[in-house]
């Protein structure tokens, strides 16, 4: 199974290493650093790099690289969860996983680490276990560790780890009962320069925050459970009775926990909720060019688009670039070549929109395309592809719970061209 796992920063530093079954050689690591550097931005390093004598699988979040070094023939996407899996309980234990604070934290994530894996085998993933058996950092635990000399680590085994309901502590109490839901829905897109969608697929989440007393079971469900396609759920779900019923019937762990993931790709589902107006020209005689852009919405169910953030990417005989925008801020750096422009939020009544004049080097023919426009938005209490929640029942428990749901839509890759 897996061998070692090493953590590598933006600037290809190995800021962390441990081994599981024997210690592999950070040399393995080069293979990966070629890699990195033929790939043209962080997201695009292959996530599978096959070596002579090992393979290694990597994941990129928070600006940090988590590889895994195996030596045998493994299904690639468990050891890619079970990577995505320690990046959370990072999360979890630490508020945000960062450099930083792995090197602030380093003795109880090498505690966590030992834990989550025996011998090279995924042991205890569940969130609710492991804190259990390692304690989260705290100051006052901090300050007592280095008087008393004492760890972070539990004196009893978890009663979790022994029950039906791994996931599930026993025992929990609450004053205050409630379960949140919150559906995440994050729209990838290609518009042509005509206005016409090329591909558009919804990936969605809901995630749960759930502190109830007991061992309550859960059932939510949905308006139009027939929409969601390609479905990936928390260990918790009971899949037969989705699978019957489209019903999602759970008793759920303790706090925060991703419910389900799913995606809807049929192509006449998903609605684009921005347009973008473009009118973007180089002269061949001239070193002057024309930029226009303006975003408005549509489709949005009169819910209002905000956090727009329009960035592109120039091309390199791109001088400078003197715009006026008319609302936000924007930024051109000559350097790199990146347009930014900070819109906020979208007013139907007046259009935010900007424009002026490209300077382009002198002697140097047109560009041969024009620049793609890259959108970034969110729109709160709206759920894109329709999806929503029927009811969520409780059963098993005496109190009556606070129960909340909340909707979201954000831009995934949203490119518009020109």
């Known amino acids: 199974m897996i061998h070692s796992l090493f953590l590598i920063n933006a600037s290809g530093d190995i800021f962390l290493e441990k081994h599981w079954k024997s210690v592999v050689s950070r040399s393995v690591c080069d293979y990966f650093f070629e890699a990195q550097e033929r790939a043209s931005e962080a997201e695009n390093v292959p996530p599978v790099i096959p070596t002579p004598h090992h393979y290694l699988l990597s994941v990129y979040r928070h600006k940090i690289f988590f ?42 994530v090498y505690e966590v680490l030992e834990e989550m894996l025996d011998n090279g085998f995924p042991l205890a993933t569940e969130s609710n276990i492991l804190k259990e058996l390692i304690k989260p950092p705290t100051i ?3 300050v007592v560790n280095t008087i008393t000399g004492s760890t972070n680590v539990g004196d009893q085994l978890p009663t979790g780890q022994l029950s ?5 502590r026993t025992g929990v109490k609450y004053t205050n009962n409630e379960a949140y839901f919150d559906v995440v829905e994050e729209i990838d897109a290609i518009i042509d320069k005509s206005g016409s969608t090329i591909t558009a697929e919804i990936q969605g989440v809901i995630d749960a925050c759930v502190k109830l007393t007991g061992m309550p079971d859960l059932t ?31 008793i759920p762990p303790d706090g925060n926990f991703r419910l389900l993931s799913y995606h809807v790709s049929a192509q006449n589902l998903v609605a684009i909720p921005v347009y973008v107006k473009h ?45 006026t925008p008319s609302q936000g801020t ?23 929109s900007l424009k002026g004049s490209v ?11 024009n620049p793609t426009i890259n959108l970034q938005f969110k729109i709160q209490q709206l759920a894109i592809s329709g999806l929503k929640v029927n009811r969520l029942d ?24 020109t």
């Open 164 to 168: 039906v309901v791994p996931w599930r």
């Open 330 to 352: 924007h930024a051109f750096d000559p350097v790199t070549k990146l347009l930014s422009w900070d819109v906020g939020k979208i007013n139907p009544q007046k259009l935010p």
């Open 140 to 142: 006052l635990r901090t």
């Open 279 to 323: 009118n973007i020209s180089f002269r061949d005689s001239s070193s002057l060019g024309r930029f226009e852009i303006t975003v408005g919405p549509k489709q949005t169910m009169g819910k209002t688009v905000e956090g727009v953030m329009v960035t592109s990417q120039m091309p390199k005989s791109v001088l400078n670039m003197t715009l």
């Open 359 to 369: 300077s382009l080097q002198a002697g140097t023919s047109k560009p041969d395309e």
């Open 67 to 108: 590889v895994a070094v195996i030596q045998s023939e493994v299904p690639p996407l468990f050891v890619i969860e079970f990577l995505h899996r320690v990046v959370d309980t990072f999360q979890d234990y630490f508020g945000v996983c960062s450099e930083v604070i792995i090197k602030d934290n380093v003795v109880v």
């Open 394 to 417: 409780m059963y098993g428990e005496k109190y009556k719970p606070f129960k909340g749901i909340k909707y979201m839509t954000k831009a995934g890759k949203f490119q518009v061209r």
């Open 220 to 250: 939510l469900s949905f308006m139009n459970p027939r929409l969601l396609d390609d479905v990936s759920f928390h260990p918790c779900v009971r899949f037969k009775r989705w699978e019957s019923e489209r019903i999602l019937s759970f």
